[in-house]
């Protein structure tokens, strides 16, 4: 019988990964019970409603798993989590891993339609949604009836308010008892999570990860910016419902025994003042939601108390954003390369992120520990040019979830994934990344990265945030759009754009044609990543174009 998740790593890997001391061979819950018997009293948990300690987000854990199996979830379960930063979040995590079911978290906001087809295509069993969050009623949505749902049987409603029709109330579910349950025991290389990736499918892709891909991989890479047996503080910025976030709960609390200081929702203001209460050795982010505490925070000095480090992934970091946050956090800056699909790399504390001597973003050199790091030339390529990166090792997913075309196009026979970015690794095996295969831009049958350009443009001193996308165009196939946020008092035109990148050495043909000037903050997806498809529509948008206006160059 073929697995519902199948390993498409060789099973011989998985033991020599092990054997080498990269996985802790246990599951998820077992890693975080020893935690929190080793350290009872220590803060689990800092969200809006203060601190909760392991002992008390263990209680709770239980109590819900003990609810959740009386409600007829079983191990290997798939369970959708649509919950917003915070200790219901975490306790989910947690209840869904000692029951051996596995988690399929998506971040509130995404609507009814996507989370339905992740719901559908996973085959989950039961779902865990927010009452109601920001005005949107998931749980209710997601009790209707639907022909898509068939597998889809318990729907748990959390949070306040009244409990929608057909669905169960989480606190009534908390009143079974930590001591009715006994947890399962799972084999430490099968599922415990799946994550959700923001690429460029036609849906969003999930990707099955094991425990030790988990706890070992993943947490390998936060298990090197430690310093020898500190337990890390961190503030996640980033939804714990996204692939970044899954350094949250199986990671930060059951592989450190660390602390999680967690906003329900982000905003540049609430940041800066948790960096203040919480005092984090480590804040994860993305470079947008920095620039934008960036621009808000007070000009006289940095946090009281400076941060280890400000981890930034989810896009390119530029080099003016990590000096510029080097000097107002008093901390060094690590750029995290990373992704769902199963790749990691990342500099750490005193590596420059964009040396001179190289094309696009450096981030690092690969640790064998996390994943491994190889290039595979493009048709026509030459050598030492840039090729499509592909990843393997201790954090490598099992396999795409629902999707066996994605294994076949992503996944090679020898474990390998295709991560359809481009990179090449320089002389002292640094990883340099150049941009997406998919984000290419084909001008007049020319290829223009997107990445390149942004970074360019990120230096630019009237730019404070920049994104490019390609737009449609009946003669030349498709154009260059900048979409920019102006710094305070700044004016943005195409001239000074193309003046810029000029300066740069930036080849004509790879300059912006369109140009959309935002007004506040770029758009951010759920996941927290800046929204492409938004700024696209924008683009598109007649009325978009009146409110935020395009600007277009002559065609060259």
């Known amino acids: 019988m073929t697995p519902r998740f199948p390993d498409l790593v060789p099973a011989t890997l998985r033991r020599t990964w092990a054997a080498a001391g990269h996985c802790p061979d246990l599951d998820l819950y077992a890693l975080f019970r020893a935690q929190r018997i080793a350290a009872p009293h220590r803060a689990a948990v800092i969200d809006a409603r203060g601190e909760l300690s392991y002992a008390e987000l263990d209680r709770q854990a239980r109590c819900l798993a003990a609810g959740l199996a009386e409600a007829g979830v079983c191990p290997g379960d798939v369970v959708g989590v649509q919950l917003a930063n915070g200790r219901e979040a975490v306790a989910a995590d947690l209840a869904l891993a000692a029951l051996g079911a596995v988690a399929l978290p998506f971040p509130v906001g995404r609507g009814g339609r996507e989370a339905r087809s992740l719901l559908g295509r996973s085959g989950a069993r039961a779902v865990i949604a927010a009452t109601t969050h920001r005005g949107i009623d998931h749980a209710a949505e997601l009790a209707k009836p639907a022909d898509e749902l068939p597998s889809l049987r318990v729907v748990i409603a959390a949070g306040p308010g009244p409990v929608p029709a057909g669905c169960l109330s989480w606190a009534d579910l908390l009143t079974t008892g930590e001591d009715a349950f006994t947890p399962h025991r799972c084999d430490p290389d099968t599922a415990a999570r799946i994550l959700v990736s923001s690429g460029s499918e036609a849906e969003p892709k999930m990707v099955a990860y094991s425990h030790n891909a988990l706890a070992g991989g993943r947490g390998n890479f936060l298990g090197s910016l430690l310093a020898g047996d500190t337990h890390p503080r961190c503030l996640f910025l980033v939804p714990l419902a996204s692939a970044f976030g899954s350094n949250g709960t199986a990671v930060t609390l059951a592989r450190h025994g660390g602390t999680l200081a967690l906003l329900d ?232 754009l193309t003046a810029h990148l000029d300066a740069c050495g930036v080849e004509r043909r790879k300059h912006p044609e369109r140009l959309l000037r935002l007004t506040g903050d770029l758009p951010l997806t759920p996941a927290g990543k800046p929204d492409r498809a938004a700024l696209r529509a924008r683009l598109a948008s007649a009325e978009a174009v009146r409110s935020a206006p395009a600007e277009r160059a002559q065609a060259g």
Request: glycine fraction near 12%.
């Open 265 to 496: 929702r982000f905003t540049p203001e609430a940041a800066l003042d948790a960096i203040e209460a919480h005092r984090p050795t480590h804040v994860l982010g993305v470079p947008t939601m920095i620039r934008m505490m960036l621009e808000r925070r007070p000009s006289d000095g940095g946090p009281a108390v400076a941060p280890t480090a400000l981890i930034l992934g989810g896009s390119a970091l530029d080099a003016a954003t990590r000096q510029e946050a080097e000097r107002a956090f008093g901390c060094p800056v690590v750029n995290l390369y990373g992704s769902a699909d199963g790749v990691n790399c990342h500099t750490g504390y005193g590596e420059e992120a964009a040396p001179k001597d190289g094309p696009g973003v450096a981030v690092g050199r690969p640790d064998p520990a996390v994943c491994e790091i190889t290039i595979a030339p493009l048709p026509g390529g030459a050598p030492g040019e840039a090729g499509e990166i592909l990843a393997r090792g201790p954090m490598t997913p099992l396999c795409y979830v629902g999707a066996p075309e994605l294994n076949m196009r992503y996944r090679t026979a020898d474990g390998w994934v295709r991560t359809g970015d481009l990179g090449l690794l320089d002389a002292d095996g640094t990883l340099h990344v150049v941009g997406r295969l998919k984000d290419i831009v084909i001008r007049g049958g020319a290829n223009i990265s997107p990445a390149e350009v942004e970074g360019e443009l990120s230096a630019h001193p009237d730019i404070r945030d920049v994104i490019c996308v390609g737009v449609p165009d009946p003669l030349m196939g498709e154009r260059l759009a900048a979409c920019v946020v102006a710094r305070a008092g700044r004016e943005i035109s195409l001239a000074s």
